[in-house]
């Protein structure tokens, strides 16, 4: 009978465990050993911001709209195609000495032509002492269904992590890996907690981070030679010219499960260098990189695949890219930005971030997996409100109609709430700002059962619409809207219904212009044959805006988008400190949150000159 393997204790606070794997071939068992080893002493990362905006002054970390300014202002950086690179996964595209015949038809005419056949290659370094790639996977079913010999003792692992670490398994040398499922000693709650607090650390002091997406069976064997030739010097770039299975392979590859798991955001932006392990081919992140270029400039483009590229979901990709490339944002809007990412554990929907945030210190908030998870999020309420002055965390809060025990204001980050928090853009994207540079007030001493929070009545909801739950908008949607709103608001404010049903932003998140609002009138007239990319560009912004929505006008003539749970009468409320209007509702003594809410001629601190003169009267609202 097998002896099952017992961790030996982890004494040193910069103390991690890394597992040698040992060569192999198929057929063979999994075999390594695991040894103890220190990290070096921890060197803060070049932030995005400059250093006196840091956290030694509170109140300067506390000034939202200055913090934010600065971050969005940062552009994105161009990453060329070469066709070998890498410092510690050394690969090289290249032409092999063969050739392969091709059948080829025009205008019915069937011919084979000779074609180059890729060469690719892709091999690390040596180790050094104390070197280690770090393991980013997805656990999958939880069942240890397998095992792994570690120093002759057995150890049960996950099907998925068995079958990335058979692939990852070198013929003829060891590897030196980090991996959480097995370098933690799942079962100790306070080792949990220890090496969790260090997991950016952890990351970006691997050599690499090797992100295993699954086999490459099926039309992923094409879409992965695709990959590899659209990113050649002599490949070609349109992937309009690669087989039709190629193309469809796409939504695969986008559509596997890592995509959406929370860890995978610090351990991209953490990572110093990544690869990506499909099937059995290692490559470069890069590679990535230029496939959706190439993808951006053939979604719009006039074929018959066009809308299956634009669909296959590629943005999950940029985003984290996106991610990556300005290293850190403000807590709370890492928190939106991520609302859809999903974890076993929902604490891992916070813990999962901390290490990026800008505003926080490691030691402001500490992991502690032996926290109910509500708890752990009125803590980060409660931090939010007291030592940062803010409030956009309780803007995901939403009245749940299934569960009357959880206020109504504490967002719930177990993926209930599936609308698209208002301010979750990237760096770069528009950031609503409607209270202005105002700092949150609030009174605790009832909290969690109540929040008191100060702010303002600003208006009320008088009619709305269906919920808009179609992925592609029907215009006739649109056109209702349009006509609700002009027999209800006026002139001036009915020249903002184009920017209403987008809030504001384009396809791509950034604050519009009035050159994209003139796709408006095609995009309402003209059928979806003849859209051009515009047009299209401007459909897939109102998509983004009105999915899970509802239009409403509220009494002062406004036009909104708003939670399916609305009623008439709802109150439209700015909080201080929080920077977008709110949907509450009396009920007895108290009010509830109903949602987050655009409001046209509100998100841009339009009201704040009327907020300080008094127009509307200021007033402390209780909250459950």
Same mark, same amino acid.
């Given at each position: ?180 499922? %097995?370098? &933690?000693? *799942?079962?100790? $709650?306070?080792? /949990? ?8 650390? +952890? =990351? ?57 798991? %929370?860890? &995978?955001? *610090?351990?991209? $932006?953490?990572? /110093? ?8 081919? +290692? =490559? ?341």
């Amino acid at each position: 009978m097998s002896t099952c393997f017992v961790y030996s204790e982890v004494v040193r606070p910069d103390e991690i465990r890394t597992l040698t794997l040992y060569p192999g071939t198929e057929g063979e068992k999994l075999e390594g050993s695991i040894r103890h080893i220190q990290l070096p002493p921890y060197i803060s990362p070049t932030s995005s911001f400059p250093a006196d905006l840091q956290q030694q002054n509170s109140r300067v970390v506390r000034n939202t709209r200055k913090l934010l300014d600065i971050f969005e202002a940062h552009s994105r950086q161009s990453v060329d195609s070469t066709d070998s690179g890498g410092n510690i996964w050394r690969w090289n595209l290249f032409e092999s000495s063969s050739k392969e015949s091709r059948r080829r038809s025009i205008h019915g005419r069937e011919f084979f032509v000779e074609e180059p056949i890729l060469g690719f290659e892709c091999n690390r370094i040596e180790y050094t002492q104390d070197s280690y790639d770090a393991l980013s996977y997805t656990w999958g079913n939880q069942e240890k269904t397998e095992e792994i010999s570690i120093d002759g003792k057995v150890l049960g692992i996950t099907r998925n992590l068995y079958m990335a670490l058979m692939k990852l398994r070198s013929s003829t040398e060891s590897r030196c890996l980090w991996i959480d499922a %097995i370098c &933690i000693n *799942q079962d100790n $709650v306070q080792e /949990r907690n220890h090496q969790v607090h260090m997991m950016k650390r +952890i =990351f970006s002091t691997a050599s690499s981070v090797i992100v295993w997406l699954g086999d490459a069976a099926g039309s992923l064997h094409d879409t992965l030679e695709m990959i590899l030739k659209c990113n050649w010097s002599r490949g070609k770039k349109n992937l309009y010219n690669y087989p039709e299975k190629s193309l469809r392979g796409l939504n695969e590859l986008f559509s596997r499960p890592w995509w959406k798991r %929370i860890w &995978i955001v *610090q351990e991209v $932006v953490a990572a /110093r260098e990544i690869v990506i392990l499909l099937g059995e081919t +290692i =490559f470069p992140w890069v590679m990535l990189v230029n496939l959706c270029e190439a993808i951006q400039q053939a979604e719009f483009l006039t074929h018959p695949l066009a809308s299956m590229i634009r669909s296959c979901g590629y943005q999950k990709f940029t985003v984290l890219d996106h991610f990556r490339r300005n290293r850190t944002m403000p807590l709370v809007r890492f928190v939106h930005c991520t609302q859809d990412y999903q974890a076993t554990d929902s604490r891992d929907k916070l813990y999962a971030l901390l290490g990026m945030a800008s505003d926080i210190s490691p030691d402001d908030i500490i992991p502690d997996y032996t926290k109910p998870v509500q708890e752990v999020f009125l803590d980060l309420v409660r931090f939010m409100v007291t030592e940062r002055r803010s409030l956009d965390i309780i803007s995901s809060g939403r009245l749940s109609l299934s569960d009357s025990t959880i206020p109504t204001w504490l967002p719930d980050w177990r993926g209930m709430n599936t609308l698209r928090p208002l301010n979750s853009e990237e760096v770069g994207g528009h950031f609503h700002r409607a209270s202005g540079n105002t700092d949150a007030v609030v009174d605790l001493a009832e909290y969690p059962s109540t929040l008191r929070a100060e702010g303002w009545i600003v208006d009320a909801v008088e009619s709305f619409d269906e919920t808009v739950t179609l992925t592609d908008v029907d215009r006739s949607i649109i056109r209702r809207w349009q006509g609700m709103a002009a027999e209800k608001v006026d002139r001036l404010t009915m020249s903002l219904f184009w920017k209403t049903i987008i809030m504001d932003k384009d396809h791509m998140g950034n604050l519009v212009t009035a050159s994209f609002g003139r796709a408006f009138d095609d995009f309402i007239n003209r059928s979806d044959k003849n859209r051009s990319k515009f047009v299209q560009q401007f459909s897939d912004a109102v998509t983004r805006a009105v999915l899970g929505r509802r239009f409403f006008i509220t009494k002062r003539g406004r036009m909104g988008l708003g939670p399916p749970e609305i009623q008439p009468g709802d109150q439209v409320a700015i909080l201080k400190g929080c920077h977008v209007p709110l949907l509450l509702r009396q009920a007895g003594d108290h009010m509830i949150l109903v949602g987050e809410a655009y409001v046209s001629a509100m998100m841009n601190a339009e009201l704040g000159s009327d907020l300080v003169a008094g127009r509307y009267d200021i007033k402390t609202i209780s909250l459950k």
